[in-house]
């Protein structure tokens, strides 16, 4: 969107184009998986997006954390969308970052999903599908997720994943 001016946001696309995708089925009988894709750093992310109607989510930022993560070049639009003719880089898209550190994927998958199936089983929820249809999304203000928070304490990692959408 930086780049170009045109897209949604992550959450919009993926709660319209789930919907869409109802639609579709509803008529047809053909169901289409949808993938959310961009923004996803931490494990609420991953639940926030299922539960926003995803069947599976791209998590590039995800694993760029760990330390077997090699690092990558930034997305050139040729490669993307190739429209034949001269494959010269016409512009970058995407941004030459870094991404909080988390340490060795093996000691963070398992406990990703842990948190999602804890997630999903604090909304009742013991499928995808079922998470999406019991999910209960709910904007919520910087000062409640502040109050929400570890307060009145020192915080022994101080890495907090707040978010302004929670579930219930």
């Known amino acids: 969107r930086e780049t170009k001016g045109i897209g949604r946001g992550q959450a919009t696309a993926t709660i319209e184009v789930a919907k869409a995708r109802d639609e579709y089925f509803k008529e047809t009988g053909i169901y289409v998986p949808i993938c959310s894709d961009g923004g996803i750093v931490y494990d609420h992310h991953i639940s926030l997006a299922l539960a926003m109607g995803a069947d599976f989510v791209m998590l590039g930022r995800y694993f760029a954390r760990f330390d077997e993560s090699p690092g990558s070049a930034r997305a050139r639009n ?91």
Not at 118 to 143: H, P, R, Y
Not at 146 to 165: P, Q
Request: net charge negative.
């Open 78 to 168: 040729w490669g993307r969308y190739d429209l034949g003719g001269k494959k010269t880089l016409a512009f970058e898209e995407g941004v030459d970052s870094y991404v909080p550190y988390a340490g060795a994927l093996k000691d963070n998958v398992a406990l990703t999903l842990y948190k999602i199936k804890a997630t999903m089983c604090n909304c009742g929820a013991l499928t995808i599908e079922e998470f999406q249809d019991k999910a209960k999304l709910t904007l919520v203000s910087s000062t409640s997720i502040v109050e929400g928070g570890a307060h009145d304490v020192v915080l022994k990692d101080k890495n907090t994943y707040a978010s302004n959408v929670t579930l219930h």
